[in-house]
């Protein structure tokens, strides 16, 4: 059973940064996973933010393209998303996800809260 503990979230005036941290146990091929990072603002859907899969390929939503940047360190089991110039409108809950079977990320963290003030 693969467990995924999120951290690095937190307060944060608009224009600043935040680097969150997706640490993985439990799994014996987490180097081979795709994973992600998902967000879910108060009143909305749950929207992908970043992802990476099996092949190393990357790919980002518009909305924080050229903002923000995922990557994993397979040697430390560890998922990562650095936050730049962070806005009002990345105020979420953020949760990192991995293993995709039946289409669907099957193994989620608890989330860590980003708060981006104006």
């Known amino acids: 059973q693969v467990q995924l503990v999120e951290s690095g979230g937190g307060s944060v005036q608009a224009g600043g940064s935040l680097r969150l941290s997706c640490a993985a146990s439990?799994?014996?091929?987490?180097?081979?996973?795709?994973m992600a990072w998902f967000r879910q603002a108060p009143g909305k859907g749950r929207e992908v933010v970043a992802s990476?899969?099996?092949?190393?390929?990357?790919r980002y939503a518009d909305s924080v393209k050229g903002r923000f940047t995922i990557s994993k360190d397979s040697a430390k089991n560890t998922l990562y998303l650095q936050m730049n110039s962070l806005k009002a409108d990345d105020t979420a809950m953020y949760y990192c996800?991995?293993?995709?079977?039946?289409?669907?990320?099957?193994?989620w963290g608890q989330g860590t809260q980003v708060t981006v003030s104006s």
């Open positions: 996800a991995a293993f995709i079977q039946g289409g669907e990320y099957k193994y």
């Open positions: 439990g799994g014996d091929t987490y180097g081979s996973y795709s």
């Open positions: 990476i899969d099996w092949a190393g390929t990357i």
